[in-house]
T-cell receptor, first 110, second 113 residues
Framework: EDQVTQSPEALRLQEGESSSLNCSYT??????LFWYRQDPGKGPEFLFT???AGEEKEKERLKATLTKKESFLHITAPKPEDSATYLC???????????FGQGTTLQVKP | NAGVTQTPKFQVLKTGQSMTLQCAQD?????MSWYRQDPGMGLRLIHY???????DQGEVPNGYNVSRSTTEDFPLRLLSAAPSQTSVYFC????????????FGSGTRLTVV
């Protein structure tokens, strides 16, 4: 069964304190792995797509990496405006459907 | 350019009532889908459509109906609302079912009492 597990569920950081969010997955043929950011009361906003192990993508203070079993979202020197819920999703190559993890809620304190 | 527009933003229903959640996109996307988001459950796929006239079931389709008569619109109908359908509903679209970076609407918060 295709499955996505994110950890930790919640993460509190001080401004400038770097850390990583984990997304572990099992899927019968990975077409792509996606990272989204979701602010309270809003819909998810697309951040990155990763297609193959070893691939990396960067955007400002965020860097996403991919292995055959998991993905990491590294946050370098976070700021309070990075506070949000970060969602990971995998897309199976046979169905094309997106399967989401439960998300990691990040709080960055000044 | 509005992207994906969902209406209403909030709704309270009584058990047994029916209603339609509206979703419209102006990006000429072929693929559209409906998700529900519940605490601790993540986003779960309800129904999806790969083009006008074509719909299919997702992970949790029971109690919901969809149709796709135009490329732009993908309404979700609750036939007889139940408290278990209390959730936040999101509509998403993409240029194809294999498209990168689905665009999500801002959601409809539904409470069934």
């Amino acid at each position: 069964e295709d499955q996505v597990t994110q950890s930790p569920e919640a993460l509190r950081l001080q401004e400038g304190e770097s850390s990583s969010l984990n997304c572990s997955y099992t899927v019968s043929g990975l077409r792509g792995l996606f990272w989204y950011r979701q602010d309270p009361g809003k819909g998810p906003e697309f951040l990155f797509t990763l297609y193959s192990a070893g691939e990396e993508k960067e955007k400002e203070r965020l860097k996403a990496t991919l292995t055959k079993k998991e993905s990491f979202l590294h946050i370098t020197a976070p700021k309070p405006e990075d506070s949000a819920t970060y969602l990971c999703a995998v897309q199976a190559s046979n169905t094309g459907k997106l399967i989401f993890g439960q998300g990691t809620t990040l709080q960055v304190k000044p | 350019n509005a992207g994906v527009t969902q209406t209403p933003k909030f709704q309270v229903l009584k058990t047994g009532q029916s209603m339609t959640l509206q979703c419209a996109q102006d990006m000429n996307h072929e693929y559209m889908s409906w998700y529900r988001q519940d605490p601790g459950m993540g986003l779960r796929l309800i129904h999806y459509s790969v083009g006008a006239g074509i719909t299919d079931q997702g992970e949790v389709p029971n109690g919901y109906n969809v149709s796709r008569s135009t490329t732009e619109d993908f309404p979700l109908r609750l036939l007889s609302a139940a408290p278990s359908q209390t959730s936040v509903y999101f509509c998403a679209s993409s240029y194809s079912y294999q498209g990168d970076g689905y665009t999500f609407g801002s959601g409809t918060r539904l409470t069934v009492v």
